[in-house]
């Protein structure tokens, strides 16, 4: 059953005290089903209430960029949400786990704009061209769903999971053709890999689906946003974890504890 614009509203209201409580998703757990188009909606009817009380949004993440993790959400698309200033970690960041449901991380690249993206100019070529910089970032999210399988507009409604950045420097040129590693490490073991992938035929896939998404809401990606071009691979909980990196020999590396 559709749900109406006041249903939307009250269960806004309740998704964000959820996520300063640190409990996000309760309102799912009594059987809450949603529509694609009803989670990206209240997505935004929940950014709107943080932006009312002076946060500021910074970018944008892209996620579920393979084709098997679309499926097992329930999804024919990827999933995108949104980047908040006040959730932007440095390089050796300590983070605290009570701040976090189930924390859990992606290791993956993040690129900062040096101009805006316009719907009509996403070939590789153009988006090359719109990128500043490029980054190792650990990606934070708050892994818990507490609906019924499968769970992608459950995912989509609570800002694709996301839950906060941790980014490294830059340290090549965005233009560059590079095959490069990239490992998550948690206490100095390797918990997921991906290796011989391709800078940047293998991480901005997406971007264009992105830029048109944003489009349809009346946004675009700006100049010095951020944007999270996509894990290869899951989240992985961090459970008894301190210190958690991403690490690639050619674009570089990126750490936190966890405390």
Known sequence: MPVNDTELTT??????ADYDGHT??????NGLR????????LQTMVSELRQRRGERV???KVGAVCEGNQKLIGLDHPAWGRLWENEQHPD???LYKKNFANPSMEAEFGIILNRDIEADKTSLEDVLLAIKSVHPVIEIHNLVFRGESPNGAELLANNAIHAGV???LGKIDPKQTITT????????KVVDSWYQTK??????????????EQTKLGNKLRKNDLILTGALGPPIPIEETKLVEAKSPQLGRVGAIFL
């Open 92 to 94: 050796g960041a300590t």
């Open 166 to 168: 941790v980014r490294g």
């Open 181 to 188: 590693d990239l490992e998550l490490i948690y206490d100095g």
């Open 11 to 16: 269960l806004a209201v309740k998704m964000l």
């Open 58 to 60: 910074v970018g944008f």
């Open 24 to 29: 996000p998703g309760t309102a799912f757990a």
């Open 34 to 41: 949603l529509s694609v188009q009803e989670a990206w909606h």
């Open 199 to 212: 800078w940047p035929d293998d991480y901005l896939s997406a971007i264009d689906w992105l830029v048109q």
